[in-house]
């Protein structure tokens, strides 16, 4: 059983950034695609980016474009979102997520967006931007 904790969400001026991580407890994460979504009260959770495990190919939602970036340091199975220019709409709880694949090698480039795809989910952290 794979356990993600996210990290770095707190309150923030608007115009703001922040860094969240993410960190997994086992090595699959090397050979698992990693995404980041959110959830702010009464709405559904929604996509925000998403890494191959090869860290070759990256996804954004539309509404992140230019301003957020996802990476990761495989080395520290550690997965981060950078967060720019932050909006009050950005306000929500950030979950990170990790999908595998038995033969990962035919996946280096692949990201997933949608959440059913996913595996293993951390609980999140919450980032809150003040106007």
């Known amino acids: 059983q794979v356990q993600l904790v996210e990290s770095g969400g707190r309150l923030v001026q608007a115009g703001g950034s922040l860094r969240l991580s993410c960190v997994a407890s086992e090595r699959t994460f090397t050979r698992s695609a990693m995404g980041w979504f959110r959830q702010a009260p009464g709405l559904e959770r929604e996509f925000v980016a998403a890494?191959?495990?090869?860290?070759?190919?990256?996804h954004y939602a539309n509404f992140v474009k230019g301003r957020f970036t996802i990476s990761r340091d495989n080395g520290k199975n550690t997965g981060y979102l950078q967060m720019n220019s932050l909006k009050p709409e950005d306000t929500a709880v950030y979950y990170c997520a990790t999908k595998s694949w038995d033969d990962s090698g035919s996946y280096r480039y692949t990201v997933p967006i949608s959440r059913v795809e996913y595996d293993y989910w951390g609980r999140g952290t919450q980032v809150t931007v003040s106007s």
């Open positions: 890494i191959s495990w090869s860290g070759d190919s990256t």
